[in-house]
Nanobody
């Protein structure tokens, strides 16, 4: 099977920085996109940033210029560096990975359990 585990997060004051990392492990042949989503209190889960295996990135408009997503393909790990944090960034941040597990062309999406990020004003 495949496991996706986030680390990092915590509490910070507005204007501060935090870094998240997420590692996928297990029966992995290859990984296509890896991404970060978040779900704030009383809100729906939303895409924050995604990076493909080729390095192409997509960001939520409200985090552009503040957050940077990157990945280490050799380590099956994706990172999210968050700068100039705002109280509205407070959420549980989830990582996912689109994984090919065998010789077929099928990719399956795996999710981590999430890590809390709290930004105080």
């Amino acid at each position: 099977q495949v496991q996706v585990v986030e680390s990092g997060g915590g509490s910070v004051q507005a204007g501060g920085s935090l870094g998240l990392s997420c590692a996928a492990s297990g029966s992995i042949v290859s990984i296509n996109a890896m991404g970060w989503y978040r779900q704030g209190p009383g809100k729906q889960r939303e895409l924050v940033a995604v990076v493909t295996s080729g390095g192409s990135t997509t960001y939520l408009d409200s985090v552009k210029g503040r957050f940077t997503v990157s990945r280490d393909n050799a380590k099956n790990t994706v990172y999210l560096q968050m700068n100039s944090l705002k109280p509205e960034d407070t959420a549980v941040y989830y990582c996912n990975a689109d994984v090919r597990r065998d010789a077929s062309r099928n990719y399956y999406r795996y999710w981590g359990l999430g890590t809390q990020v709290t930004v105080s004003s």
